[in-house]
């Protein structure tokens, strides 16, 4: 049956399909759905881990125990996870192991850019990159296939337009029983798996044997595939990048490089003796045409293409006009409406979003925060401006921990969300008691993991698989880290955030604030939606209530005499009547929930 | 082959049914038996921001995404986003737009101005952009429902093109929930029915 499927739903199929037994990740915009498609078929484990590197040895655990297996991450996760993918690689398997890492080129949702291919040359292990949805499907199998037979884990690496574009995909509802995964009894090989030195002095040269005969299996794999065309210009491609380059040159020759890590050095250079010119179209490093003039073979690439951020059919094309490769008149005629700079639309924090009791105040109280990975990074965003600094999962604690030990003039705090803690904040907070510094740490718990579209973790009481389990509660284990001053508050309350971070500036101890309040969007805050309203008559359009920057505030049409501006106006639709406008108000015109509630007895 | 593809960007903001009507517009593709491609941006673009959605149809389809000058229409289901993404059309592509004005945060808060309806005319006309300016909240609002505008908008759409009425009812009725079913063929009936008059 013919579906239209997105890449990672694809490849949760065709790892269904391929008998996968166990699967981990953690959640991470653009691989998320690959896991939350394959939890509910039938005959699979699959889990969120606190984070990717415990994701990482679970999978491994289940390899190890003869049962094909997945890890799931985006790029930045391997960061977390490259420790065990080394030692993985080092030691093999006992069935196969897909680590499934989704880059995204031009970071539509990321903090930077990596090319993950660069990891499957550093640790030796073989690496698949499909070119649409099908592919990713059937890649899958091929990739266990591969793991199996050379006893390495398989890198599949996908990228954001892979991973989030929808093509057609021939869907079978067949699941092959896995060869060599019968669950038995734990194969004891201490010289293979137990990576002391001397061991593990006896598998490095297995493993720098097994590259290269992976580098002998790429010459005759039918992953690679030539297409011959005009031979004036051959390409060589692969991912996303092959479909614009196919777009764009219609009737050149290809090399599709299904498999980019180790690369086919013969095949290679056959081509390039068939063709006159040998050019590389591949998004981020330049890591084909490197291993291409490292075999000696003269190739274009990265001084043609853009080295940075997402390739299109567009900079393909205007790289390829510029280069000469296609004349001028390839470039379609568009329409150019003349226009001012029309206003941009960023990613905001929703109306209703409990981050934004804690923003406000923190830049009323003109700290400086170190802020973590999530919806709360928006916080830095004007008008709040309320986040200073954000680098990677769990680095606010961290950070802020070390800005204490530095001396500054200012208070400083971190602010990190309940997965983000989960994920990797503990550590950092123990530090903090361990090494005492007086950084107040603010939890923002709002029970989800919300950027990623709301998936469990460990304080939730519910898995990935929907079945009921403890919920790690946030105060008792901070107090057991040796945080002594604790403090749990409801941000929408913003005299209570004000009073409590006052209250803890004044401390030379660590503390932490967990500031609780389910995530706008989950249903149970859904439920309890009033919007607010503005009496008109009160406003002094003196703009505080914009300066909350929420989405359903708006400018009147009414304009208030006294200083001729428009006043302030909610929008019914969007407001959710958290009433932290309503607080901020220096004239109580936002009337609070218990105000219409009145005014609607009134009226009965 | 190139003439039968059919490029389609669909654009909107965070919150309105942009990526719904995206899916549709593809599932009418495959049920055609055509080859398709669907591109959207999921994770921190999504909150409230801009939403833009590719989709395409034809024999044999290799990018996901469409280039600019490339659109032969755009679905925009606010009078802004119409505006920024107007360039892509080709020039004799179609735009159709939702008479609908969500204001940005950056307007709200003094740090640019929303274009009024003149600027937009003048904009668009003087680059001979075959523009419907379609009252689908309004129409929506008629059938039943606000939330079933970007139906209407699609409703719109097809009376552009000859697939056949009955596959859009199709799809629609096996990709929106089952009680929301008959709402969302009326959406698409009065969007249809809008356009029809129109062109009449």
Not at chain 1, 212 to 219: D, G, I, K, M, S
Not at chain 1, 542 to 551: K, M
Request: net charge neutral.
């Amino acid at each position: 049956m013919r579906r239209l499927l997105s890449g990672n739903q694809a490849l949760a199929r065709g790892a269904w399909k391929a008998g996968v037994r166990v699967a981990a990740g953690y959640p991470g915009t653009p691989s998320t759905e690959i896991l939350e498609t394959l939890a509910p078929m039938p005959g699979v484990y699959a889990e969120w881990s606190p984070n990717e590197k415990v994701a990482f040895d679970v999978a491994v655990g289940a390899a190890y125990a003869g049962a094909r297996s997945m890890v799931v991450m985006k790029h930045v996760g391997l960061n977390v996870a490259a420790d065990s993918l080394f030692y993985a690689a080092i030691t093999g398997l006992e069935a196969g192991m897909v680590v499934v890492v989704a880059d995204d080129p031009g970071m539509h949702s990321s903090q930077g850019e990596q090319d993950t291919r660069r990891y499957a040359k550093f640790a030796r292990v073989p690496c698949l990159e499909p070119t649409d949805s099908q592919e990713a499907k059937d890649l899958v199998g091929a990739a266990f296939e591969l793991s199996e037979q050379f006893d390495t884990p398989v890198l599949l690496r996908m990228t954001t337009r892979i991973s989030h574009a929808y093509s057609v995909v021939e869907v079978d509802a067949e699941r092959q029983g896995p060869p060599a995964c019968e669950p038995g009894t734990y194969r004891i090989d201490p010289a293979k798996y137990v990576m002391v030195p001397a061991n593990a002095r006896q598998r490095n040269p297995i493993m720098e044997e097994r590259i290269r005969r992976l580098a002998a299996f790429a010459e005759t794999s039918a992953l690679n595939r030539v297409e011959m065309g005009d031979r004036r210009l051959g390409i060589v491609a692969n991912g996303i990048a092959y479909q614009y380059a196919r777009e764009v040159f219609p009737a050149a020759s290809f090399l599709r490089l299904g498999m980019s890590y180790p690369l086919p050095a013969q095949r290679i250079a056959d081509f390039a003796r068939q063709v006159e010119r040998l050019i590389v179209v591949e998004e981020l490093d330049p890591f084909i045409e490197e291993e291409i003039r490292l075999l000696g073979i003269p190739c274009e690439g990265k001084s043609i293409f853009p080295l940075e951020g997402e390739l299109s059919p567009e900079t393909v094309r205007e790289s390829a006009i510029a280069a000469g490769l296609l004349p001028a008149a390839s470039r379609p005629a568009r329409v150019t409406p003349e226009l001012t700079a029309l206003p941009a639309r960023p990613p905001i924090l929703c109306p209703g979003c409990p981050h934004r009791g804690v923003f406000s105040i923190a830049r009323k109280l003109k700290l400086v925060v170190n802020g973590d990975i999530g919806c709360y990074t928006l916080g830095f965003l004007p008008p709040l401006g309320a986040v200073h600094s954000c680098g990677c999962m769990g680095a606010s604690v961290g950070v802020a921990h070390g800005v204490r030990k530095a001396g500054i003039a200012q208070r400083n705090m971190a602010v990190i969300g309940d997965s983000t803690f989960f994920h990797s904040g503990i550590p950092a907070l123990l530090n903090t008691v361990y090494n005492r510094s007086a950084t107040i740490t603010v939890i923002l718990d709002n029970r989800t993991t919300a950027m990623t579209g709301h998936q469990q973790h460990p304080g939730t009481g519910l898995t990935l698989q929907q079945q009921p389990t403890h919920a790690t509660a946030i105060e008792p284990l901070v107090r057991a880290l040796g945080i002594a001053h604790v403090a749990i508050i409801d941000p929408y309350d913003t005299a209570v955030v004000e009073s409590t971070l006052k209250a803890f500036m004044a401390l030379d101890e660590p503390s932490v604030i967990i500031a609780q309040r389910p995530c706008a969007l989950l249903p149970e805050a859904r439920r309890a939606y009033r919007p607010l309203r503005i009496d008109a008559s009160k406003c002094i359009a003196c703009g505080a209530c914009r300066r909350v920057a929420c989405p359903a505030i708006r400018l009147s049409d009414e304009v208030y005499a006294k200083n001729n501006r428009q006043k302030s106006a909610i929008d019914p639709l969007l407001c959710t009547g958290c009433e932290i406008c309503a607080q901020v108000c220096p004239v109580n015109a936002i009337l609070f929930r218990a105000q219409l509630d009145g005014e609607q007895g009134g009226a009965a | 082959m190139k003439a039968m593809t059919l490029n389609v960007v669909l654009a909107g903001v965070g919150g309105q049914g942009t990526l719904l009507a995206a899916d549709i517009m593809a599932l009418v593709g495959l049920a055609q038996g055509l080859d398709v491609k669907k591109s959207e941006v999921h994770g921190m673009a999504q909150r409230g921001g801009s939403v833009i959605s590719h989709v395409r149809w034809g024999a044999r389809v290799h990018s996901p995404l469409i280039a600019p000058g490339e659109v032969d229409l755009l679905i925009a289901f606010e009078r802004l986003e119409a505006l920024r993404y107007a360039g892509l059309l080709r020039p004799d592509g179609v735009l159709l737009v939702n008479d609908y004005r969500i204001v940005p945060v950056t307007v709200t808060s003094g740090d640019g101005r929303y274009p009024d309806a003149e600027e937009e005319e003048a904009a668009l006309s003087d680059a001979g952009v075959r523009r419907y300016l379609i009252p689908a909240m309004r129409i929506a609002q008629e059938v039943g429902q606000a939330r079933v505008n970007n139906v209407v908008m699609l409703g719109a759409a097809s009376a552009l093109g000859d697939v056949p009425v009955s596959i859009w009812r199709d799809v629609i009725s096996e990709r929106v929930p089952e009680r929301f079913v008959a709402l969302n063929e009326r959406a698409f009936a009065a969007g249809r029915e809008w356009m029809e008059r129109e062109r009449h």
